[in-house]
């Protein structure tokens, strides 16, 4: 059970984001720069590198919303997914994936774990700066969003048909593309406690992730 009055109907951050639409649209800004818009890693990559950092903070609800993306992004290739989760070093993805993953898992366990022969390791494989900083920023990013779904107890669906179902919206449209693509006219209006009076936000078009 949430710690707070949360929507019912809306699990993970999805109720986190109607409770508070302040901070909805910047944190699904960052999601949508760093795994969705143009990168020369590939959207799947990324939404990998969420996912294992997830799995690794044990935050159910992210690791596998993020897993059914990163399939979606592969064709439907969950056995990919599970294998990162599993082991990374052993999974059917990229040597510079890899060496990515490596320096992603040091960040979720503080980042002062990233060590000279980690960012080597990358550099060897492939990796330019900038991946190697947004694979630090994902990772971090990814701690926060976790702790955040987690510390305020939000529930999580068990069935993976809902996740893969919006993971083909978020892999088709993107992290903002539901917000853009919904008019008020075929949408439920949803209130924010936090300011005691509706602030326009539409129930249907919340962040899918």
Known sequence: MPHISLQEDLPGIRGLFAFRPETSKPLC??????????SSLSQADRELIAMYVSSQNDCYYCQTSHGAIAAQH??????????????????????????????????????????????????????????????????????MYNRYVDGLATWAPSDPAGYRER?????????????????????KIVGSPSSGKSEGLVKSSLPKF
């Open 29 to 38: 800004e960052l999601a949508e720069v760093l795994l969705q818009a143009p």
């Open 167 to 187: 993971a083909g919206a978020v892999a088709r449209d993107g992290y903002l593309g539901v917000l853009l693509g919904v008019t008020a006219a075929e949408s």
């Open 74 to 143: 592969l064709g439907g290739d969950e056995e990919t997914v599970a294998q990162v989760k599993r082991d990374f070093e052993e999974a059917r993805v990229s040597d510079k994936l890899k060496a990515l993953l490596a320096i992603a898992g040091k960040v979720q366990r503080g980042g002062k774990n990233v060590l000279v022969g980690d960012v080597a390791r990358a550099r060897q494989h492939g990796a330019t700066d900038l991946e190697i900083h947004d694979t630090v920023l994902i990772a971090a990013a990814f701690c």
